[in-house]
């Protein structure tokens, strides 16, 4: 079965720019979720979906930040436009557990932005 | 939400058994006790997971005493291989997945 997989898995772009982060979940997972460690910090929630609905963006750290879910299966996590803070590593994970249980999830390797 | 303490690093050598201990002295009634491993280059990777007692895999074994307060994360027989970074993350199994919280983790590193 094939993991979580992340593209590209590294991206350097100019401040100012954009940026279009895609994520692929296991198949049949309806929870995507993505994640971030920003300078080395730790890593910090962003949002889930739920199939293709956006069930919890607490996380994402302003409206320069745009995910999508069409379909229900890959999503993809837009940054316009790149600030330098948003260097980081970007994870996205998945789970197929419903009713809430959201500690067992199995994460992508992540997608290492540098903005300069 | 229950917050986690572990040590920031250890070390061991391989064939070692090796103990990482989590404190969550807050930690509430329904809260689960979560660990992840993370390699470099690497996201998290879901190890173990446990109320109470003791759980067993074929990865790790997780201690829980009666009062909760803390786990302890169990490796066997540990190779270079186990060289990562593990996290302790305490909360509830139905809840939001923003108070899903990974904290700074325990480096563990391994030597020959």
């Known amino acids: 079965e094939a993991g979580v997989t992340q593209f590209p898995s590294h991206s350097v772009i100019e401040k100012g720019q954009t940026v279009t982060l895609r994520c692929d979940p296991i198949?049949?997972?309806?929870?995507l979720y993505w994640y971030r460690r920003v300078m080395g910090k730790e890593i910090k929630f962003l949002l889930h979906?739920?199939?293709?609905?956006?069930?919890?963006e607490s996380g994402m750290p302003n409206n320069r930040f745009l995910a999508e879910r069409t379909g229900g299966t890959y999503s993809t996590l837009k940054v316009q436009p790149a600030e330098l803070e948003d260097s980081g590593v970007y994870f996205c994970?998945?789970?197929?557990?419903?009713?809430?249980?959201?500690?067992?999830?199995?994460f992508g390797p992540g997608t290492r932005l540098t903005v300069t | 939400l229950a917050k986690t303490t572990q040590p920031i690093s250890m070390d061991s050598y391989e064939g070692q058994e090796v103990n990482i201990t989590c404190s969550h002295n807050?930690?509430?009634?329904?809260?689960?006790i979560t660990w992840y491993q993370q390699f470099p280059s690497q996201g998290p990777r879901f190890i173990i997971q446990?109320?109470?007692t003791k759980v067993t895999n074929e990865v790790a074994s997780l201690f829980i005493p009666a009062d909760r307060k803390s786990s302890t994360l169990s490796l066997p027989r540990v190779s270079l291989s186990d060289t990562a970074v593990y996290y302790c993350?305490?909360?509830?199994?139905?809840?939001?997945?923003?108070?899903?919280?990974f904290g700074s983790g325990t480096r563990l590193s391994i030597r020959p």
């Open positions: 979906f739920v199939k293709e609905s956006k069930q919890d």
């Open positions: 198949s049949g997972h309806d929870n």
């Open positions: 994970a998945s789970s197929q557990v419903s009713g809430g249980q959201y500690y067992e999830q199995y």
């Open positions: 993350l305490v909360g509830p199994l139905y809840s939001s997945a923003s108070k899903i919280i």
């Open positions: 446990g109320y109470k």
């Open positions: 807050n930690i509430a009634t329904n809260d689960y």
